[in-house]
């Protein structure tokens, strides 16, 4: 069965911080690792990654997958109130018909 | 990027009932669609698994009786919660296949009373 793990489970900080999140997977035929921002309501696409090694940016928000960990981290810097949400990984696995597995999620809360 | 709508976003009905959720790609084809459920502080559970003009395939555990989805063309499918119970209550959210990547929906917040 394939396992998508996220770590720590919540996590509260002050603005300005920076904050790792971490997901380790396990799963049968691997395709690609994606991130995920949920706040009230579905999630919204933070980034793919395919290769190992090459990091992601978008403004305050990088990621990079290590293939060979099985394990991914996302990161926020000078992290914003706004910034407050759950952090979902996901994994996209299979043949043709592929699935993608959600993590449990990273309760993330910045606080002024 | 591409989008997904549902609706209704959200529904209160009485137990007993059956409830309909539409999945719209507005603007891309998507040969696939997920169904997830999503209970209060917990992450997404995928349910099915469905391909155009074929039926759908459910995860372990759902019951394609009680959750019918029907995916008749590119950019519609359907979920039916029948005769819905309070457990049923949760929040369900599709999400349409385009390549690699998927979109999703909104979300539906069903509440059976």
């Known amino acids: 069965e394939d396992k998508v793990v996220q770590s720590p489970l919540s996590l509260v900080v002050h603005e300005g911080d920076t904050v790792t999140l971490n997901c380790s997977y396990e799963?049968?035929?691997?395709?690609?690792l994606l991130w995920y921002k949920q706040e009230k309501k579905a999630p919204t696409f933070l980034f793919m990654l395919t290769s190992s090694g090459i990091e992601k940016k978008s403004g305050r928000l990088s990621s990079i997958l290590d293939k060979k960990e099985l394990s991914s981290i996302l990161n926020i810097t000078a992290t914003q109130t706004g910034d407050s949400a759950i952090y979902l990984c996901?994994?996209?696995?299979?043949?043709?018909?592929?699935?993608?597995?959600f993590g449990k999620g990273t309760l993330l809360t910045v606080n002024p | 990027g591409a989008v997904v709508s549902q609706h209704p976003s959200r529904v209160i009905c009485k137990s007993g009932t059956s409830v309909k959720i539409e999945c719209r790609s507005l603007?891309?084809?998507?040969?696939?669609m997920f169904w997830y459920r999503q209970f209060p502080k917990q992450s997404l559970m995928l349910m099915a698994t469905?391909?155009?003009?074929?039926?759908?395939?459910?995860e372990q555990g759902v019951e394609k009786d009680k959750f019918l989805i029907n995916h008749a063309s590119l950019t519609l499918s359907t979920l039916t919660v029948t005769s819905a119970h309070p457990e049923d209550s949760s929040f369900y959210i599709c999400s349409g296949r385009s390549a690699y990547e998927q979109f999703f929906g909104p979300g539906t917040r069903l509440t059976v009373l």
């Open positions: 799963v049968t035929n691997f395709r690609s």
């Open positions: 469905s391909n155009e003009g074929s039926k759908a395939t459910y």
């Open positions: 603007d891309f084809q998507a040969t696939t």
């Open positions: 996901a994994v996209l696995s299979g043949g043709s018909n592929y699935k993608l597995t």
